[in-house]
């Protein structure tokens, strides 16, 4: 039996390498290892303001995105969060059983609600039962993510031990599954910050879908230091971060690469950089392209991809309510 994977993205803002890196390489190089499904997280993108056209556009813009970068869909299953209501029920039933302590620890939403203060949305607060929810649903061996991410799941992991603890075996405890390189991108224009959505300043984050010129502008304005010597020095994040992109770009060794720039400068360096970049993204680009010139198509993909995975999460779903006697049926 292949061991099951789960994980999501959020269909807002533009998909950046930070996501391809971090994560949607890693899903589709296991691919033929596991068994895997893979979720638009809508419900959690609505934790923040969206424009309803344009939630609807990005979540067909990332399910093409996803078979574009390589998501099989013999092997994997492409679905919306919110096709699948039982997301939504064991959310709320999670809820109930998560401290306010634990989701008090969360750095995310700290980090977050930073501005908001006072009009914080509740959902932007409780935004980890509902992924503990998407996870324990499918009872997942692993989920692949950034690092960003590990907080949340050991909540999740946290909040399945305790509802296993009351009810007996219920939920699988999910392993997190973090890749040494790249599970932390960061930022172009501040490489102290990790590179994310959220922010909109055009240098900070090359986009899936940014043109050759933009890629070329956005490596050369990438922040980094006034030395000179191209080396994987920790202490320099501006230029340990191009590095580590030059590096799951083209798999080479370290060494590999620090020979190749001995004695040249940071601008002939990001130069080949912005190069790599643009020939690695071409072929994902042009097969965006075709995909999602076939709205339906893709509805379509997203459609069966519910039908595929319903069954298991309903399961799960009534296993749940039947434990806690939910109802008198
Ligand atoms: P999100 O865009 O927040 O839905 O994230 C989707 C996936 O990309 C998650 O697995 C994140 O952990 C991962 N991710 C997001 N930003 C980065 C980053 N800067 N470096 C590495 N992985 C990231
Ligand atoms: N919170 C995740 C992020 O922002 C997205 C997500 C939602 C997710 N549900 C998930 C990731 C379940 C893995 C598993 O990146």
């Not at 720039?261 to 993204?281: D, M, P, T």
Request: aromatic letters at 8%; proline letters at 4%; hydrophobic letters at 40%.
């Amino acid at each position: 039996m292949k061991k099951r994977v789960f994980s999501g993205i959020q269909p807002t803002g533009s998909i950046y390498i930070g996501n391809y890196l971090g994560a949607i390489r890693h899903w589709v190089a296991t691919q033929a290892e596991f068994e895997n499904i893979f979720c638009i997280v809508d419900l959690h993108a609505i934790s923040i303001p969206q424009e309803p056209e344009t939630l609807k556009a990005k979540t067909r813009e990332i399910a093409a995105l996803l078979l574009a970068s390589g998501v099989d869909l013999k092997q994997s299953a492409v679905f919306v969060q919110s096709h699948i209501s039982a997301h939504a029920e064991l959310a709320w039933i999670l809820s109930c059983f998560i401290p306010m302590g634990w989701m008090q620890r969360m750095t995310q939403f700290k980090e977050k609600s930073q501005k908001q203060k006072e009009s914080v949305p509740v959902g932007l607060f409780i935004y980890p039962a509902l992924m503990a929810a998407d996870i324990l649903l499918y009872q997942t061996d692993l989920v692949p993510v950034g690092e960003d991410q590990k907080q949340h799941l050991e909540l999740t992991r946290d909040v399945a031990r305790r509802f296993n603890s009351f009810y007996g075996q219920t939920f699988t405890l999910p392993e997190p599954s973090i890749p040494k390189l790249g599970a932390r991108i960061m930022a172009l224009n501040d490489p102290t910050k990790k590179m994310s959505k959220s922010e909109i300043r055009s240098a900070h984050a090359i986009h899936l879908l940014d043109s050759s010129d933009e890629i070329r502008w956005k490596i050369m304005s990438a922040v980094t230091d006034s030395r000179r010597e191209i080396r994987f020095d920790a202490s320099r994040p501006g230029i340990y971060n191009l590095l580590t992109i030059y590096q799951l770009f083209t798999g080479l060794s370290t060494s590999e690469i620090e020979a190749r720039f001995e004695g040249k400068g940071y601008a002939e360096f990001k130069r080949e950089l912005a190069e790599v970049i643009i020939e690695s993204l071409q072929p994902l680009q042009s097969r965006y392209r075709a995909l999602i010139a076939e709205a339906n198509y893709v509805d379509s993909v997203l459609a069966e991809g519910a039908s595929k995975v319903r069954s298991i999460a309903e399961k799960t779903l009534a296993t749940v309510r039947e434990k806690i006697e939910l109802g008198t049926r």
